[in-house]
């Protein structure tokens, strides 16, 4: 028999969620809930940022009640907390404090893996995700061990960059073991929820699933860990930066006005919850033919070179618009591992080579201390 909402509502209405004995269905507390046809359960739980410790055994208790069901395959279920009073929309809180959620762990270290770093672009469709993923590769080319947490839920792209098919194992205590592609550890909503679910994910529910992706993982010992953010400056973002210590962010961007304007944003957000710029990507930087060979620069060109270095950060490198790069990524081969040697490879190894060398040295973007002689 296959579940329905009804019978995952049953199961949550024998779930207490204070002394009173109020059920979770009754309290209010609960958002949608979404049972997809593999009969997997999705539901968050909203709670005050106060209560973020005592509901972790209601979200507990309620993930074992639908886990009884028959046929339930699996549960993904979360605590949210409203954004903090005074955070804006876009994230920023009057006189640039670092906003916080009670209900969000605190720049915890994940064990085992020593840096943590984001992929992020003001903007969707700038070739993130491709870059993400190279830059991943690019990394493990250098002998790194390094994981791939897709966190763009909104847009999962990782199973397919990376030809990825299948579910993640359930270990124990709801710890989930990471897939692997080409000698990465990769995880991603996608591997967990279908497409159309995916688009579900929405405001607060975002946040928590994020943290739980980060920390509800196998990912074992990790030289670096990349995560792949939703595009935009928003909570998503900043939950990312809340709720582990990022070493740093690479900003993505075409050489496009439009688009530097959302990486000056992307720039500005990170350094207002002072986490390092890595650096910026100009992507689909230049067009070559590839009947005539002629370069053409379809969006400008140098754009995000010259907004780095108005901003002060590192410029980690262009990247063509170059349909090899495109064909591979649509064929699950990315360009580093499908044509090591070539081109394309060399420009996302250099940008790892940049990226660890930031990282190793421990400065990242931090400037170093003016030594004054006096
Ligand atoms: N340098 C490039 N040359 C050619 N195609 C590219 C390049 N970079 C990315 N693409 C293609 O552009 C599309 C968008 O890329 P990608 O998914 O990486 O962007 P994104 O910024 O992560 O998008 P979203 O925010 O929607 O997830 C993909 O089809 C990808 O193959």
Request: proline share 7%; aromatic share 4%; charged share 20%.
């Amino acid at each position: 028999m296959a579940i329905t909402r009804e019978h995952v509502l049953q199961a949550l209405s024998t779930v207490p969620v204070d002394a009173n004995g109020t059920d979770l269905v009754a309290s209010g507390r609960l958002s949608d809930v979404v049972v997809d046809d593999a009969g997997r359960v999705m539901f968050s739980i909203t709670i005050e940022p106060s209560e973020a410790a005592s509901m972790e055994r209601v979200r507990q208790a309620a993930v074992t009640a639908v886990q009884g069901l028959p046929a339930v395959k699996g549960v993904f279920a979360s605590l949210t907390a409203d954004r903090p009073a005074g955070v804006g929309p876009s994230g920023s809180s009057p006189g640039g404090a670092r906003p916080r959620s009670a209900a969000q762990p605190k720049n915890q270290r994940i064990p085992g893996v020593q840096h943590v770093i984001a992929v992020a672009s003001g903007k969707g469709g700038v070739g993130k995700s491709t870059t993400a993923c190279n830059l991943a590769l690019g990394l493990k080319a250098l002998g790194l061990k390094v994981g791939l947490l897709d966190a763009d839920i909104y847009g999962p792209s990782m199973p397919k960059l990376l030809g990825i098919h299948g579910k993640p194992r359930l270990l124990e205590n709801r710890i989930l073991e990471p897939m692997e592609a080409y000698g990465i550890k990769v995880m991603s909503i996608g591997f967990l929820v279908e497409e159309e679910a995916a688009m579900i994910w929405r405001g607060p529910m975002v946040m928590s699933a994020i943290t739980q992706m980060l920390r509800e993982v196998a990912w074992g010992d990790l030289d670096v860990l990349v995560v792949d953010m939703p595009p935009g400056t928003g909570d998503a973002q900043l939950t990312m930066a809340q709720a582990t210590p990022l070493a740093g962010a690479v900003i993505v961007s075409t050489p496009q006005d439009l688009a530097l304007i959302d990486a000056r944003r992307g720039v500005s957000m990170f350094k207002r919850v002072e986490i390092p710029i890595l650096g910026i990507v100009e992507n689909m930087a230049t067009f070559v033919c590839p009947h005539c060979g002629q370069s053409s620069h379809i969006f400008g060109h140098g754009g995000a070179r010259d907004e780095a270095s108005r901003l002060g950060v590192p410029f980690l490198g262009e990247v063509p618009l170059n349909m090899t790069i495109r064909e591979l990524s649509d064929s699950g081969r990315p360009v580093v591992v499908a044509e090591p040697e070539g081109p394309h490879a060399r420009i996302y190894k250099d940008m790892a080579q940049q990226v660890w060398t930031a990282l190793a040295g421990g400065a990242a973007a931090r400037p170093a201390p003016r030594i004054v002689i006096e």
